[in-house]
């Protein structure tokens, strides 16, 4: 049952609270009330641990905190991404000539911020390198490799899965890669699933290793302003896509419904609506990771 | 005044923080002994889940501090700080029960 707590935790109490637990249940098997109350204060140690809440932890967990939310929502908002970068393929041949620059200005801006986030990503994780050198040096592995290793697993699976689905692709129409195929189209809903999965599992073993990794005070504040710009540049995109949206809305919404130039059918379409909500999801949360960030600064530069 | 926090973070008079420090303030006690010490002056069954959370929470204050032992089941004791705080949580306590008394026209024994 202890499972449930965070292993610092049980390195400091395990011992103590196995034997409370002990003696609450005394001979019988504990109840299922019991074990949910368990698990429930489990998992608000786990909370509490975070840094993400309160005042008790050290400004400089919250503000790492804070910046690992940041990237946690990064992930969230890539598969967003992707979704936005699908849905948009070839809206420019759509549109009337004089009602294109609007909407590719604001295609572009979420194209190039796009680009500018993975590489504050890159940059972030490059400032950190040396110190994840020497926390693995110093036998940190072994408290990381399961996450790493099921990351480097979904990773080759998506890769085995990506090159026979090109393959296959490059044999089908449009309309055929656009869902008139239903057998290529669940193919796909799955690997995209794998993909999403492997993202997951990375930001999972980054924030692993992140938390486990002494970062000095330098590299901790360049990763908050890092964290910093790259909620500001979601935050950017998530309204550029909105104004491209309703751009097409305005002036060419046969394109997103798929159907014939000139018709006029509702502008409102469950993928975009949903690419959008989470695009919108992460820059909420991305913002109260700021706001860990921001309301430990003075707290940190002072240390 | 009535609700308002303490110093220290305790509020109501059936916290499990106020419930466990007002335990210690008799004398150290395991979590077992903690549990059982609380549901008699209390009435309150304090679950294992939520007696480790308040007294990881009062520890990390340093209102409490454990006991070396050799024995699983390590007594906890509280710290000067936390009679200060309890001290600081019955005297909310006790102004809120005057208020409450007087309007109903009731009457408290004095503290000895």
């Known amino acids: 049952m202890m499972c449930w707590y965070p292993r610092r935790w049980r390195d400091r109490y395990g011992d103590e609270f196995a034997a409370l637990m002990e003696d609450a249940v005394g001979d019988g098997p504990p109840t299922l009330g019991f074990k949910v109350s368990i698990a429930r204060a489990g998992l608000r140690e786990h909370i509490h641990g975070s840094g993400l809440f309160g005042d008790r932890t050290p400004a400089a967990e919250r503000v790492r905190a804070g910046s690992l939310l940041v990237l946690c929502t990064w992930t969230i908002f890539v598969l967003a991404g992707a979704s936005f970068s699908k849905v948009s393929e070839h809206f420019a041949q759509a549109m009337p000539v004089s009602s294109r620059p609007f909407a590719q200005g604001a295609f572009d801006v979420v194209a190039t911020l796009s680009f500018v986030g993975g590489f504050l990503v890159i940059l972030g994780a490059s400032a950190a390198l040396p110190a994840f050198v020497r926390f693995i040096r110093g036998g940190g592995w072994s408290t990381v490799r399961g996450h790493v290793l099921r990351a480097i697993a979904l990773t080759l699976l998506s890769l085995g899965v990506v090159i026979p689905l090109s393959l296959w692709a490059h044999h089908l129409n449009e309309l055929q890669r656009n869902g008139a195929d239903p057998t290529y189209s669940g193919v796909f809903v799955i690997w995209a699933v794998v993909v999403a999965a492997t993202l997951a599992q990375w930001t999972a073993a980054g924030v692993a290793v992140a938390r486990r990794v002494a970062l000095p005070r330098g590299v901790l504040r360049l990763e908050a302003v890092l964290a910093i710009t790259l909620a500001g540049a979601m935050a950017v995109m998530t309204v550029a896509a909105a104004l491209w949206w309703g751009s097409l809305a305005q002036n060419a919404p046969w394109f997103l419904q798929g159907t014939a130039n000139g018709t006029s059918p509702s502008p409102f379409t469950p993928q975009l609506a949903v690419t959008l909500a989470l695009m919108t999801i992460s820059v909420v949360g991305a913002g109260y990771g700021v706001m860990r960030v921001t309301g430990s600064w003075t707290e940190l530069r002072a240390s | ?112």
């Open chain 2, 1 to 112: 005044m009535a609700g308002k926090r303490t110093p220290a973070g305790l509020r109501r008079p059936n916290d499990p923080p106020v419930l466990i420090l007002t335990s210690l303030a008799a004398g150290p006690k395991h979590g077992h002994a903690l549990a059982k010490d609380i549901e008699d002056f209390a009435g309150v069954a304090l679950g294992p889940g939520a007696l480790y959370g308040a007294i990881t929470r009062l520890e990390e204050r340093g209102l409490i501090e454990p006991l070396t032992t050799d024995d699983r089941r390590r007594p906890y004791r509280i710290t000067g700080a936390g009679s200060a705080a309890l001290a600081d949580a019955v005297t909310n306590m006790r102004q809120l029960a005057d208020v409450g008394a007087s309007r109903l026209g009731l009457t408290l024994g004095t503290l000895s």
